[in-house]
């Protein structure tokens, strides 16, 4: 009893605990780094009893703090790091909000910046194109692109500096002022700017007259290199919004509701957001379902196939429950709502995508993470190099051509390259594959990755039903069970009548007879009269209660058919059953293969499917997957994917529905079938546009070969500064010789990253 009391008491105190704190997300502006999210952690979490987690990807807060905590202090933290911040409005509260789009302004930057940047480059580089004054003609050019187009650099790192901090940008500040720092003193106080100067490379630093040398390609290059590898990051991290964004607009605009007018009950459209608990609406062929709720009147199919993902549509009726966002396909539905707004399935998936795309660990950089200790390292090695020469009596020319070598030749331009070079040669290559990979963040999870999760409908299988079996009762003609009961269905619009009636004739017409006398019957099956015949055709239950019993041959066909997880037909005419014509949803050629490719890249398949045990069973089993889980709904797949990661597995998920957004975020890592929702793509790191699950084998080993790449870059980046440092200290490298160098390592991490186009598919992709 002591037992029960005590735990009485610590779910009384974990309540009061909750009572006392409060969460709340903050929008944060202004990072440019992860070391930037870890900065904000630090300066929340000195605030009594605030606690917070900073995603660097979705540029949001999550903040846990006691109950009468002001956001106004939260925010004030924030900005005492030196970064803005507001609260977050929930999922769709923002969606309207125009994005002062911040990434069309770094595109005008990269696209002004580079314009200005090459001639300046280029010039610098091919002494035989100097003409007279063309120095100058770089100043003008030069001075924009580091002042107007480096401004966020320099912005970022001045603030950085004031409250005692350090990264990227501040050495891509330093370096290009530097340079440019350099270059007008030579112009101006030296001999740079005379008029016929020609600019050449020379190698020994005392053969080089430090006041007659310019190193404006230097500053305009390294400023451009990064402000386009900026650019990329930031387009990556884009997705989170328009995922949210697609998920809220497949929900309906308005809806009829009935309301009394006059003692009269009248039909009118009204906003969905005017929508209550307990008010009738009705909703017509082919309008969406505006809300969770209950059919009052009426019976209809319910495709739901954008909430679920699964091709057959549901059949409702008096009494069954009906979700928000689903397409009415066959009659005249009333529904009573139960759940509206934020309280629908469709929402409430929104708020999953939202909520799993937050917590996403997000890998960070190797340039930022060492940004901290290499710049002000670098920085002191060049205020290190000027003391000594001056103390060794070289001069103030030779003295500042050591220091500034020592900052050009640590300019971080082939690191600013590194990334965004391989990325996007990778990612060039695999749009022709059929492959679209999302950022960098990606690709270290595809490395990991053990397990993977499959999707079925639309992802394994084709997401459409087929035909597969027509069984004719004995003494029945095959062909003639297909062609009656094909000429019946093609008057319907139902997704298995379609199946049917296309397999009975090549549009579903062609060849076949007449139908008079067409009737739907709530859902049950359709009837009517071909050549004279009046003809049944829909469930066995139907064809049971109008007295056509199916024969033992019948029985033992449906009995084998639903145990495999396929849909029966029943067709009979005249009072007597004639036939089964089996249905069901058709798994992809190529599906056994890619499960096989998955295998050998190390990654244990997992088939999730909303649908039931058997179906799923027997696709499993034709693919090559032993492991299955069933009846999940899309909570339920997240669910799936927390478990696994939870046993330590790092888990990728292939899917194409809504229902699959949630768990694609989630996922360590995401491969969407580009066949499928604009939700569940834009929810996804990977997308496979072909929708052949091969692709993903070839996503996997395509993210693995340029995060290989990206490595490399990197490695050989850094080996790049460590060697020629203590080159320029030495009064080895002229400033002009520091800036060939500097571009010779961003040609050598470009030309390795092209060795990507040679990557080829083992799926067939050119």
């Known amino acids: 009893m002591a037992r029960a ?4 008491d610590q779910v009384a105190a974990a309540s009061a605990d909750a009572a006392d704190v409060r969460s709340l997300d903050l929008a944060i502006g202004g990072m440019t780094c992860a070391s930037c999210a870890a900065r904000v952690e630090r300066k929340l979490g000195k605030l009594d009893g605030v606690s917070a987690t900073v995603n660097y990807a979705t540029e949001r807060a999550r903040v846990t703090a006691p109950a009468g905590t002001d956001t106004g202090v939260l925010v004030a933290a924030v900005e005492s790091a030196g970064y803005t911040a507001r609260e977050h409005q929930p999922a769709g509260a923002e969606i309207a909000v125009d994005e002062a789009d911040p990434l069309t302004a770094l595109r005008r930057r990269v696209v002004v910046s580079a314009v200005l940047a090459v001639p300046v480059i280029v010039l610098a580089m091919v002494p035989a194109w100097q003409f007279p004054a063309w120095q100058w003609v770089s100043l003008a050019l030069a001075l924009p692109v580091v002042a107007w187009g480096g401004w966020p650099f320099h ?24 340079a440019l720092a350099w270059s007008l003193y030579a112009l101006v106080l030296g001999s740079a700017g005379e008029i016929g100067m020609t600019h050449g490379f020379t190698w020994l630093a005392g053969s080089a007259d430090g006041s007659g040398s310019i190193y404006l390609e230097a500053a305009a290059g390294v400023t451009t290199f990064v402000l386009a590898g900026r650019y990329l990051e930031g387009r990556s991290k884009r997705r989170a919004g328009a995922a949210l964004r697609e998920l809220l607009e497949s929900g309906a605009k308005d809806v009829a509701v009935r309301r009394e007018v006059d003692g009269e009950v009248v039909e009118v459209r009204v906003p969905v957001e005017e929508l209550g608990v307990g008010d009738v609406f009705v909703v017509r062929p082919g309008e969406k379902v505006a809300a969770d709720g209950v059919v009052v009147d009426g019976a209809s199919a319910v495709d739901v196939s954008a909430l679920t993902g699964e091709p057959v549509p549901a059949e409702v009726g008096p ?3 009906v979700a928000g966002g689903g397409v009415n396909a066959g009659g005249r539905l009333v529904v009573r709502a139960e759940r509206v707004g934020a309280d629908t399935q469709i929402a409430q998936t929104a708020a999953l995508v939202e909520r799993a795309q937050e917590g996403k660990a997000q890998i960070q950089r190797l340039a930022d993470r060492v940004s901290a200790v290499f ?38 331009c082939a690191l600013g390259l590194a990334t965004p070079t391989a990325l996007m040669v990778g990612t060039g290559r695999g749009a022709r594959m059929g492959v679209i990979v999302r950022g960098p963040e990606v690709l270290e999870q595809t490395r990991r990755a053990d397990v993977v999760v499959l999707d079925k409908t639309g992802t394994v299988t084709t997401g459409r039903m087929a035909l597969l079996d027509v069984v004719a009762a004995p003494g029945e003609e095959r062909d003639e069970v297909l062609r009656t009961a094909g000429a019946l269905e093609a008057a319907s619009d139902h997704p298995i009548a379609r199946a049917i009636a ?3 004739g090549q549009d579903g017409r062609s060849g076949l007879p007449d139908v008079a006398g067409f009737a739907s019957l709530d859902g049950l099956g359709v009837e009517g009269s071909v050549e004279g015949r009046a003809v049944l055709v829909g469930r066995p239950a139907l064809l049971a209660d109008r007295g056509l019993a199916l024969p033992e041959e019948l029985t033992a066909a449906r009995a084998r058919a639903e145990a495999k997880g396929q849909t029966v037909v029943a067709a009979g005419w005249d009072g007597v059953a004639r036939g089964l014509l089996v249905v069901a949803d058709t798994v992809k050629p190529t599906s056994a293969d890619a499960v096989r490719q998955l295998r050998a890249l190390g990654l244990r398949p997992v088939l999730v499917t909303g649908d039931h045990e058997a179906a799923a069973r027997a696709v499993a089993a034709e693919v090559g997957v032993e492991d299955v889980v069933a009846g999940v709904m899309p909570a339920g797949k997240v669910d799936v994917v927390r478990r ?8 990728a998920v292939v899917g194409d529905g809504v229902n699959d957004a949630a768990a694609l975020a989630q996922a360590d890592l995401g491969l969407a079938i580009g066949t499928g929702t604009d939700v569940a793509i834009e929810a996804s790191d990977l997308t496979l ?13 395509l993210s693995r070969a340029t995060l290989r790449t990206i490595r490399g870059n990197l490695v050989w980046a850094f080996a790049y500064n460590v060697a020629a440092i203590p080159l320029a200290m030495a009064g080895l490298l002229t400033p002009m010789v520091a800036g060939a160098a500097m571009a010779l390592s961003s040609v050598f991490v ?16 050119v």
Do not use: K, Y
């Not at 696994?644 to 888990?651: A, M, P, S």
């Not at 546009?689 to 080993?701: I, Y």
């Open 689 to 701: 546009v072909r929708g052949d699950l091969r692709s993903a084998a070839d996503a996997v080993r």
């Open 375 to 412: 710049v002000p390292v670098v920085v002191a090695l060049a205020v290190a190099t000027l003391g000594f020469w001056l103390g060794a009596g070289a001069g103030w020319a030779t003295a500042m051509t050591a220091a500034v070598a020592v900052l050009i030749i640590a300019c971080p």
């Open 5 to 8: 009391t005590d735990h009485r």
């Open 644 to 651: 696994l990661q939870g046993e330590g597995r790092v888990v």
């Open 502 to 504: 296309a397999a009975a």
């Open 750 to 765: 470009v030309t390795n990253s092209l060795r990507l186009r040679r990557f080829r598919s083992t799926s067939g992709a």
């Open 319 to 321: 009494g069954d429950a």
């Open 155 to 178: 912005r970022a790192a001045w603030t950085n500096l004031r409250h005692g901090a350090a990264t990227m940008d501040t050495l891509v500040s330093v370096g290009t002022l530097a």
